[in-house]
Nanobody, 115 residues
Framework: QVQLVESGGGLVQPGGSLRLSCAAS????????MGWYRQAPGKQRELVAT???????TYADTLKGRFTISRDNAKNTVYLQMNRLRPEDTADYYC?????????WGQGTQVTVSS
């Protein structure tokens, strides 16, 4: 079993920054991919970014340049640095870990961008 614990969400003003963290524990294999997804009110869940064990990254085209994903393999932790935040970034952000054909999800953390 794998557990994911997220932190870092909150309320920020437009143009501000937040850094999300997600620590994984349990039966984790060295070869895995971690990522962030988000779901805004009234919309479907969408990919934000992913990063594999070799630090290869992917981003949603609309977010690349503002968001940066990184990971610490020794700590099994993935981060999402979010800069120049916009109101449309408001969403529940979910941490994901994929390994051996299985997907694991965190509880989600709320990010609200508003004045």
């Amino acid at each position: 079993q794998v557990q994911l614990v997220e932190s870092g969400g909150g309320l920020v003003q437009p143009g501000g920054s937040l850094r999300l963290s997600c620590a994984a524990s349990g039966s984790i294999f060295s070869v895995n991919a971690m990522g962030w997804y988000r779901q805004a009110p009234g919309k479907q869940r969408e990919l934000v970014a992913t990063i594999d064990a070799f630090h290869t990254t992917t981003y949603a085209d609309t977010l690349k340049g503002r968001f940066t994903i990184s990971r610490d393999n020794a700590k099994n932790t993935v981060y999402l640095q979010m800069n120049r935040l916009r109101p449309e970034d408001t969403a529940d952000y979910y941490c994901n870990l994929a390994q051996m054909g299985d997907n694991y999800w965190g509880q989600g953390t709320q990010v609200t961008v508003s004045s």
